[in-house]
């Protein structure tokens, strides 16, 4: 469970009683995530989550988040919406933390998603690449290509304590990434975790997405990498290709990618697996005392970056030209 902050009732009901959403009735700490402290919020207007902002969101980004929430859900993508306080803020601070109140959407997530869900996430992928065109606000990638040497650098002297050779075979991945990124690939906002718990089905048909704490400017396609990452790999370890041909023929239902975007997709797909191994390896090395959360394993992404790493070509992720 990640619940970094625990809420004393007094203030909760207090922060609470600046929103016009009633009474508080019952509330409680979610099982799922890792960043944040989130709470389901039962009031008497109904069911809200409570999410307090934890150590990799800094505050002058909140706006940045919940500001393109609101953009793209005015532009047809089902997301939560972030309640304002009787004086119109959408921000604020508690149990010392900043902190919001945002709507609760309805379905449920994936544990092992079938070609069909990877469709549908990819389609829905990029109508928010489409929604997001516009979006005035920028934010560059905070865990983009250039902090990953830092993260190497934090977890590399301890890394064989979770599998031998692992901060090696991570310097070589850095490497290889550093010199073959793309320069100019098309750029706007991504959501950069679009993960299997972070989108919401309700009869197998998409309902929802949800968590936008990682959404920045960066190139589309990589927003593509993490999905094939997150969504087309099978639970021993291999890349499933018709997935994959499913997620990203859904994707380019909606926009095409250029040529550029599809020469780069092996790389990217190295890089989003070396980005996640890292802050997976990072959070596993330093598990705060006390917290209630279930770190997520570093060693998936070992394999999946082991994979990309014999990966030549689009077409073995499914995408034919
Ligand atoms: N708006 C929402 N409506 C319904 N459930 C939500 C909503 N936001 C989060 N959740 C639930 O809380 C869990 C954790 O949220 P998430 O934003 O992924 O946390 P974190 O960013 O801390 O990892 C999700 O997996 C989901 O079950
Ligand atoms: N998706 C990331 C960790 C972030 O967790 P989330 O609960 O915010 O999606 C990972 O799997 O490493």
Redesign the pocket.
Known sequence: M?VYTEVSDEELAAFVRSYAIGRVLAVKG?A?????S?FLLHTDSGFF?L?LYEKRVAEADLPFFLGLMEHVAARGITC?LPVKTVSGATLGRLAGRPAAI????DGV?VRRPAAGHCAEVGRALAALHRAGTDFPLRRPNALSITAWPPLLQAAQGRADEVARGLGERAALALADVQQHWPARLPQGVVHADLFP??VFFIDDRLSGL??F?FACNDALAYDIAICLNAWCFETDGSFNVTKGRALLAGYEAVRPLSTAEVDALPVLCRGAALRFMLTRLVDWLNVPSGALVKPKDPLEYDRKLAFHMGAACASDYGLMR
């Open positions: 990640a979610i799922e995530g890792v960043e944040n989130n989550l999410t939560p945002v709507t609760f959407l997530s718990d972070n949800i968590d704490y």
